[in-house]
């Protein structure tokens, strides 16, 4: 029950961080270690008089690790089934493989799934970085720190729109 909400992304972009802001608890290891979160974890808030099912996944990547590559498996499968996804990505990532990760995450959506775009980290952003909010040909990005709660209001608007 509740509505699943599958956040996703390549490993480290803070996923796991984002999930325990959505809950307010620390449900989800956080881990500068890439490929801490290998199983699925899913948990339910009601925002708005809307019960969302949050779901926090393992990143995508390319890994030979057989626990890790079941969790990925099992990620494409959430994403297939979301009602919305959060794609999210670190805002000082370069262009190309930040538009690689979401291609393959939209493959796995299908064309009814809308993919919420989520860049993150934003306060480690200097002003010489990458202008990120361009990688998507005027699509809407959303910036957040999930680590210093920023913009995390915004998100959940736009989330309770697909409510
Ligand atoms: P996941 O692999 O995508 O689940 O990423 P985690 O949530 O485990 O976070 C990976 C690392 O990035 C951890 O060291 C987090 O503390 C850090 N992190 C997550 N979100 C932010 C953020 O908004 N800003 C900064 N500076 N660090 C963050
Ligand atoms: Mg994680």
């Not at 608890?25 to 801490?36: C, F, H, L, P, Q």
């Not at 899913?42 to 969790?71: L, N, P, Q, W």
């Not at 297939?80 to 670190?90: G, H, I, K």
Request: charged share 30%; aromatic share 4%; net charge negative.
């Amino acid at each position: 029950n509740g509505i699943p909400v599958a956040i996703v992304g390549e490993p480290n972009v803070g996923k796991s961080t984002l999930l325990n802001r959505l809950l307010n608890e620390d449900r989800a290891i956080v881990s500068e270690i890439a490929g801490t979160t290998r199983d699925v974890i899913e948990d339910t808030m009601v925002i708005d008089g809307y019960e969302f099912r949050f779901i926090d996944t393992a990143g995508i990547r390319e890994s030979t690790d057989e626990i890790e590559t079941k969790g990925i498996a099992l990620t494409l499968q959430k994403v297939s089934r979301a009602r919305v996804v959060l794609y999210l990505f670190d805002a000082r990532a370069d262009e190309t493989p930040v538009k690689e990760a979401l291609q393959k995450i939209r493959n796995e959506a299908g064309e009814e799934v809308p993919v919420i775009l989520v860049a993150n980290k934003v306060d480690l952003l200097e002003h010489a970085d990458k202008n990120y909010e361009q990688y998507f040909d005027g699509e809407d990005v959303i910036s957040i720190s999930a680590l210093e709660e920023r913009g995390i209001e915004v998100l959940i608007q736009k989330l309770v729109e697909h409510g």
